[in-house]
């Protein structure tokens, strides 16, 4: 059933797989990302109680959203990588894990730009705030991890150890505005029934998610080969591409 | 799959089946603590599950809805006291509710409304005539989930009036 999948287990075939993917991926987010801001920040209507203010959901929203899928993303890789020890699930947690630390800041800070002049304060400690700043460590404890040890193996499966132990904190952040009483708003559109939106406010949206989820996966390729070529630096194969890069520039300097 | 892959996943497993039961107890023993706000009704009657009521003079939290016709706002100064009651969806008042009145001097957040959610930092006080009150030190608007443009919310015959200050109750301060 998963026979295949077998053949990307392969560095090589990764690569050029994932480069063939690339400029795709990469036209459609520009396309996606460029519709949806737009759309979002100068043609949606404006709230009726916070004015312009709310267009700040058409970012906060994605990236605190992806800030956890990134992180669950982050979490089967590591779970392959330490039952099947297979050496490129490392590389892509290893490639997901500051993207995702960047997402997460993105999401604190654009909720903390909103929650100055609607709140009345920048921060508290309630369930949601505290537990989104938990991820954030957890991120960068990740990216610590994967950078602590020579040996790439060990580092993976250290930092796929706090990864999997993390995973805990996704449904508390999730659930923590309907668990406990939270200054922080209940989810307004990835809830049972109907969104809490009307629908010209979140066509953007859908748009800016999407948007967004392209463009992670646009530099999560890019780090996902960059950590290829350095993990594999001593393959004939790496060093055939990269003696056929250094002719062609060669060629072009001549 | 093979015996060492299945020993790893069974121990892999494990492992984060344990952390799972240890953070939920925890997080249940911790349950109370973790909510940011006391309702009003919890201050009168009690955590449901506890029964544990606020003592007079402690510091704390009050989140509720700000109760219609109750805001009384002083026209030299910022002062302003208005009642809260439980939040709960529909939103519907009425008389028999259980209210804590706040009081309060200094500008309130934009979101302040009539019938909005707002979270209160402050102590909780007896006055003279023996009703419990908070004397707030900290008002913060707690936004619900929902977004409306603002045609529709005047089609839904809305009122989101921000407050205004005059020069006299701002220069009083």
Redesign the interface.
Known sequence: MWKWLHPYANPEVSYHFSGKLLPWLSAFAALFLSIGLVWALAFAPADYQQGDSFRIFYIHVPAASLSMGIYFGMAIAAFTSLVWQFKLADASAAALAPVGATFTAIALITGAAWGEPMWGTWWIWDARLTSELILLFLYLGVISLHNAFEDKNLAGKAAGILTLVGVINLPIIKYSVEWWNTLHQGSTVSKLGAPSMSVDMLWPFLFCFLGFVLLISVIVCIRFRSEILARNSIRPWVRDLVAAHLNQEKTNAV | MNPR?KK??TI?GS??VG??VV?GLV?YAL?QN????Y?PTEITQGKKDSGIKPKIGQRIRI?GLVVPNTVKRDPDNLKVSFSLSDMKMPIVFSDSDPMISVHYDGI????F?EGQGI?ANGTLTRSSSGELYIEAS?????????????????AAG?D?KKLEYSDKQLNNN
Do not use: C, Q, W
């Open positions: 892959r790893r996943l892999v492992i984060v952390i799972a953070a997080l349950s973790i909510d940011l706000f309702n989140g309130l957040p934009d979101l409304r979270v900290e008002v913060l608007a707690k936004h619900d989930e929902n977004y409306m443009p603002t045609e529709l919310a005047d809305k989101y």
